[in-house]
């Protein structure tokens, strides 16, 4: 692979079979996929770094019917897969995509693992969301990036972009699910003590020659898998820090695109097809605007680079944007602080506190209005249906120093920061709390009142917290109640984070078919305009109905491109 040092380097009659222009996790797929199939490829970026959002993800990729799935759910089908699809999306997507999607995961997946260095494994326990619904399952679908060695990228390690500092421990060290539980459990048992000790020693040493540490989980080792297996192709070039100006199009279709950087301007001629990889709309200021009105930009904790610019771009050259879905954008329930160097950091609260035991939703007023175990996308759809109050996540001191509560970190210390402030409240009382907070006491005191009797019960009757199978798995089954979900809020001090709905990408976005070919107003293809990722409109209808639903469709969706447009003659 070529890294261009500057656009100039890009002579000015390049030609290239394919183009893609975002290096997000479908992006990077999409031009590897092509490379692998003996393409010539240019990958445009137009930030500094590779990895787009899936860099600061979980890097979990829903794509059932693998064989890594019959390691943990022999049992589970595609067609059990389809039903689920269908009874939790219905007519909010066409079926047929969904189809195409379910038919070709496996495949593509094939490819990944037997062709690259991107390879992947089965939670052992990673339910759908809607685990209600049938056709769901415990496991098997969501699969996970295996860890990956950063130093293996070499000079290419600075191109992966760096994990959201507040995800990261002691300066840079990044950890998964399992690290954290062995890292809390390090006093208590002997296997943790030496997992611990072995994450340290190597983060240690790490920090010897590195600005962070290069054992590279989740999202980032998936980006780092697909950076380190696209540099052993030649026939790619990266350009970084580049933006599209323009796309050429004629009666055959997409003939070439205008490049920009730091003043240079290059044409590049494309042969096949250009793929739109981007990362969604959700920065551009007009189309959020009219998407996600009321939503402010400063609570969305995505990367940087989906600007939309390359939206218009493509809407000039005769895409249009699909018409169904539940909602425009998938969503998380998030926090905000200012970090020290001004800047703002956004935290989303998927998982590791909101529906623990000791922990409580209220709105302005102090009602619960929400069920806490519920899915992120749910939970934060129901943030914006407060009227624009303030809501709050509200714990005693045994959840905090249990569990943490957002950028407060389990073992209850180091508060003082975050209470100087204000990202953390504390009181000594509910009443000082709820004063604190603006709202009434009685009402916070009666919210509380409730979700304690309920954790001695067992059964949340208002909301129904911890009643699914996916709920259980976000609870804390070693707390020993009736409900893993549900715990008392008894001991002082009372602490409070206020939360607000923040996008975590795009549901809606271009129109295609099951070759990801963009779709024109008459719905026919555009010769040689493909969308993936979040570029293209979601086969989930803006449904939210497992971990990895979107890079999962995004890699099977970058397969299908690549192959099509391998075979495709023109220009």
């Not at 190597?202 to 297996?229: C, E, F, I, Q």
């Not at 933006?243 to 055959?252: F, G, H, L, M, P």
């Not at 169904?324 to 998030?334: D, I, K, Y």
Request: net charge neutral; hydrophobic share 40%; glycine share 10%.
């Amino acid at each position: 692979m070529q890294v261009l040092s500057s656009l100039s380097a890009l002579p000015e009659s390049s030609r290239y079979d394919l183009v893609v222009v975002g290096a997000g996790g479908a992006g990077m797929a999409t031009a590897l996929f092509a490379a692998l199939e003996g393409q010539q490829v240019l990958l445009v970026e137009r930030t500094e770094h590779v990895g787009g959002t899936t860099a600061w993800s979980g890097g979990t990729t829903w794509i059932p019917g693998t064989r890594h799935a019959a390691s943990v759910n022999p049992t589970d089908t595609l067609a059990d897969a389809q039903r689920y699809l269908d009874n939790a999306v219905g007519e909010r997507s066409p079926a047929a995509l969904r189809q195409t999607f379910l038919d070709h995961g496996a495949q593509a997946l094939e490819v990944l693992e037997t062709r690259s260095e991107v390879h992947y494994r089965a939670y052992p326990k990673h339910p759908d969301y809607l685990s209600d619904l049938g056709g769901s399952t415990l496991n098997g679908r969501a699969l996970e990036p295996l860890p990956f060695d950063g130093r293996r990228l070499g000079a290419l390690f600075p191109l992966v972009r760096p994990p959201i500092p507040e995800f990261t421990v002691l300066g840079g060290m990044m950890v998964d699910r399992s690290d954290i539980h062995h890292l809390l459990a390090l006093g208590k048992n002997f296997q943790s003590f030496k997992h611990a000790v072995k994450l340290l020693a190597r983060h240690a040493s790490d920090r010897l020659r590195h600005p962070r540490g290069t054992r590279l989980v989740m999202g980032n080792a998936l980006v780092g898998r697909l950076l380190h297996s696209l540099s052993q192709h030649a026939n790619v070039t990266l350009a970084l820090q580049t933006s599209v100006q323009k796309i050429e199009r004629n009666a055959d279709g997409i003939q070439s695109l205008t490049l920009l950087q730091d003043g240079q301007r290059r044409t590049v001629a494309v042969r096949k097809g250009l793929v739109l990889a981007s990362g969604g709309f959700n920065r551009h200021p007009q189309l959020r605007q009219d998407l996600l009105p009321g939503i402010a930009t400063e609570w969305c904790p995505a990367a940087p680079g989906h600007t939309g610019e390359a939206h218009d771009l493509a809407q000039r050259a005769g895409a249009h944007y699909g018409q169904t879905g539940l909602s425009p954008a998938f969503w998380a329930p998030v926090s905000k602080r200012q970090r020290a160097d001004g800047s703002t950091a956004v935290f989303p609260h998927f998982m590791m506190d909101r529906a623990k035991p000791g922990m409580l939703t209220v709105n302005q007023v102090g009602d619960r209005f929400v069920n806490e175990s519920t899915s992120y996308h749910l939970f934060a759809l129901a943030l914006q249906q407060q009227a624009h109050m303030a809501t709050y996540l509200v714990c005693d001191a045994r959840a905090l120093r249990q569990y943490g509560m957002g950028m407060v970190r389990p073992g209850g210390k180091g508060l003082k920061p975050f209470l100087a402030d204000g990202y953390l409240v504390q009181a000594d009382t509910l009443d000082a709390l709820a004063d604190q907070l603006g709202m009434p006491a009685a009402r916070l005191q009666a919210s509380v009142a409730k979700i304690n009797t309920y954790a001695e019960t067992g059964i949340d009757p208002d909301f129904q917290r911890g009643s699914t199978a996916y709920s259980q798995n976000m609870g804390d089954l070693s707390a020993g109640g009736k409900n893993p979900n549900l715990g008392p809020l008894r001991e002082a001090p009372f602490y409070a984070v206020r939360l607000y709905p923040g996008d975590i990408g795009a549901s809606t976005g271009f129109a295609t078919d099951g070759d990801a070919r963009v779709l024109g107003e008459d719905h026919t293809p555009i010769p040689g305009l493909y969308a993936v990722g979040n570029d293209m409109h979601s086969i989930m209808g803006g449904v939210y109905t497992a971990p990895g639903i979107t890079l999962g469709p995004g890699v099977v969706f970058a397969y299908l491109a690549a192959q099509h447009a391998s075979v495709r003659t023109f220009a």
